[in-house]
């Protein structure tokens, strides 16, 4: 079992930028494959970005590569999406994932937090 919590969302301005964490407790979090995902109002769940277990292979939304970085910190079981310019199509709930594999697929994450509100202001 992973329990998986998301920090760091917010309110800020179209261009600025904000940094979210999601703390892993559990088991083993560097055998873990790390993702990114957003729910906007009356929309479907989206794909955001990943990162496999070590670190070396990452994938991003067409719509974020560029202005949004995934990263991990195994020593401190804690992965990071570095989101930069963003803009107001960017609001929604934010949630972290981890799943055996790294895949951009949500059906294949194991375990979700919670959720963390990032909302973006024209």
């Known amino acids: 079992q992973v329990q998986l919590v998301e920090s760091g969302g917010g309110l800020v301005q179209a261009g600025g930028s904000l940094r979210l964490s999601c703390a892993a407790s559990?088991?083993?979090?560097?055998?873990?494959?790390m993702g990114w995902f957003r729910q906007a109002p009356g929309k479907e769940r989206e794909f955001v970005a990943a990162i496999s277990w070590t670190g070396g292979t990452t994938y991003y939304a067409t719509s974020v590569k560029g202005r949004f970085t995934i990263s991990r910190d195994n020593a401190k079981n804690t992965v990071y999406l570095q989101m930069n310019s963003l803009k107001p199509e960017d609001t929604a709930v934010y949630y972290c994932?981890?799943?055996?594999?790294?895949?951009?697929?949500?059906?294949?994450?194991?375990?979700w937090g919670q959720g963390t509100q990032v909302t973006v202001s024209s």
């Open positions: 994932a981890a799943a055996a594999v790294t895949t951009t697929t949500p059906y294949e994450y194991d375990y």
């Open positions: 559990g088991r083993t979090f560097s055998s873990y494959a």
